[in-house]
């Protein structure tokens, strides 16, 4: 987990239309796209949990997550 994170992104890859809007706007450069399928792929090593992914996912296919240890579900 990334010290300090207190929920992480989940994403689902059906629907997604790879706009990389999500890759775009990671500060955490989290986000990258998978070499073979092309699917967004998101690297919890370097997520800091902010959340802007699922913020601004055009098709909504991004949600926050609780850590393990955290109470409820974000988003």
């Known amino acids: 987990m990334a010290q300090g994170r207190t ?3 989940v994403a689902r890859s059906e629907g997604c239309k790879r706009c990389e809007m999500c890759r ?7 986000i990258t796209p998978d070499p073979g399928s092309g699917e967004m792929r998101i690297d919890l090593r370097y997520c800091k949990g902010c959340g802007i992914c699922a913020a601004f996912c055009p098709k909504g296919l991004i949600r926050m997550v609780s850590e393990p240890g955290e109470e409820e579900d974000v988003g």
Do not use: E, I, T
Not at 24 to 30: G, T
């Open 7 to 9: 929920h992480r992104p």
């Open 24 to 30: 775009l706007l990671c500060p955490d450069l989290a």
